[in-house]
Nanobody, 115 residues
Framework: QVQLVESGGGLVQPGGSLRLSCAASGSIFSFNIMGWYRQAPGKERELVARIISGGRTNYADFVKDRFTISRDNAKNTVYLQMNSLKSDDTAVYYC?????????WGQGTQVTVSS
């Protein structure tokens, strides 16, 4: 059973940066798609960014040109580099992966953007 474990969340001031990491307990080659979702209090979970096995990436409009998703197959890790953070980016960020017909989720990491 593959597990996804996020790290890198925390408190940052508006305009600051954070890098989230998602480490898979197994090989991420088995994942066709990996990505990040987020959920703010009182809101539905929403897709932030995803990366397909061939390297193609997709981003939500609200993070384009600010966030970058990448993967390191050798380290079985997916990253989310977040720059120019805004208070609206405050949420729990979840790592997500699709392997075959199954979805896998991490436990989430809190990102708080506040002065």
């Amino acid at each position: 059973q593959v597990q996804l474990v996020e790290s890198g969340g925390g408190l940052v001031q508006p305009g600051g940066s954070l890098r989230l990491s998602c480490a898979a307990s197994g090989s991420i080659f088995s994942f066709n798609i990996m990505g990040w979702y987020r959920q703010a209090p009182g809101k539905e979970r929403e897709l932030v960014a995803r990366i397909i096995s061939g390297g193609r990436t997709n981003y939500a409009d609200f993070v384009k040109d600010r966030f970058t998703i990448s993967r390191d197959n050798a380290k079985n890790t997916v990253y989310l580099q977040m720059n120019s953070l805004k208070s609206d980016d405050t949420a729990v960020y979840y790592c997500w992966g699709v392997s075959g017909y199954a979805d896998y989720w991490g436990q989430g990491t809190q990102v708080t953007v506040s002065s």
